[in-house]
């Protein structure tokens, strides 16, 4: 049980960063604590699969239309699809090394404005994206909570050539599968157990609390994606045998990026904040083999500029726990 909490505020760090809040509106991983699994496993392996489509432009804090702020292009709709392979060792001691690897399919959409005149443009894009590595160290009581320290790097190991449009333009710095950056990250975070409603006594449910941040270095163009800040609160719900309810409050504030060389890109076009809740549904199907889904939906967003923006996030995901 103690190494559950270190996985759970982990892992919100290993999700790649990507180009998240970018003024061309790609995103690679949404504000999330992917949810434990049962049992104190040494080795842990995970698949899953992130479906971000952003398609709503957004001013400020309200719904608006496509170009609603002109500017050098206006975004239409960029869609992500991020399947994410996770691999974790744990040693008795306390300390948990993670390292993350996604593989990223991306559509992205916009209208380009020049010489009076508009211009539809559309990329296709997949490749390997950044790798992230984690070490974790765990801090136990033996009253009361779990407590825990995350420090993580970003390795610029994704596909940093952007794809080409049917003129032969690459896509923008801000929305390449490979960043091009190194980048930092940090958190900390704490589990408390907590008597679960309407069940027997002696049946509990955790209450986690994780703050995290990022910063990011310059990498395609000189572009630098903006510093952000997470923090999430999360439990579940026993419903049944193997059957667990899952729910989370999200919450994301992110820096404007600065786009170095990118002249094509607007600084003003990104960062933001965002508050999210995200319900899901985990199945320890079969012992040390996890099932689950979560869907993220904004309850409360505010952009910088104009910017397109998800309605929701959907993540399914495996994990396969070895003790």
């Known amino acids: 049980m103690s190494c559950r909490v270190v996985a759970i505020a982990a892992l919100c760090l290993v999700l790649p960063g990507g180009s998240a809040g970018a003024n061309c509106g790609s995103e ?39 170009g609603a702020i002109p ?33 990223i399919h991306r559509t992205h959409e916009h209208i380009h404005h020049h010489m009076g005149e508009d211009h539809y443009e559309r990329w296709n894009d997949r490749g390997v994206g950044d790798l992230d590595v984690s070490v974790t160290r765990e801090f136990r009581r033996d009253q009361g909570g779990r407590y825990q ?18 003129d ?25 157990r907590l008597r679960a409603p309407g069940r027997d006594g002696d049946t509990t449910m955790p209450l986690r609390l994780s703050l995290s941040g990022r910063a990011n270095g310059r990498g395609v163009e000189e572009y630098r994606h903006g510093a952000e800040a997470q923090a ?61 889904g979560l869907v993220q939906l904004p309850v409360w967003e505010r952009v910088n500029g104009i910017q397109v923006v998800a309605t929701m996030n959907v993540i399914v995901g495996l994990r396969r726990s070895i003790l």
């Open 232 to 292: 999430h609160v999360s439990t579940e719900y026993p419903v049944a045998g193997a059957v667990a309810a899952l729910l989370q409050a999200n919450y994301r504030v992110r820096a404007k990026d600065d786009v170095g060389d990118a002249d094509q890109e607007e600084a003003s076009n990104t960062g933001g904040a965002a508050l999210y809740v995200t319900p899901g549904l985990r199945v320890d199907a079969l012992s040390g083999l996890s099932l689950y």
């Open 168 to 192: 032969g333009d690459p896509i923008e710095a801000s929305a390449r599968i490979g960043t091009g950056s190194w980048g930092l990250t940090a958190s900390t975070g704490a589990e408390w």
């Open 71 to 103: 500017g050098h292009h206006d975004e239409v709709r960029t869609v992500s699809r991020v399947t994410n392979v996770r691999g974790a060792v744990r040693t008795p001691q306390g300390w948990a090394f993670r390292a993350t690897l996604p593989y």
């Open 28 to 66: 690679s991983s949404c504000p999330l604590e992917p949810p434990a699994i049962r049992g104190d496993a040494r080795f842990q392996f995970e698949v899953s699969q992130l479906y971000i489509d952003q398609d709503q432009p957004m001013v400020g804090a309200d719904d608006a239309a496509i």
């Open 149 to 166: 320290a995350t420090l993580g790097v970003n390795a610029p190991t994704g596909k940093q050539r952007g794809a080409e449009n049917e």
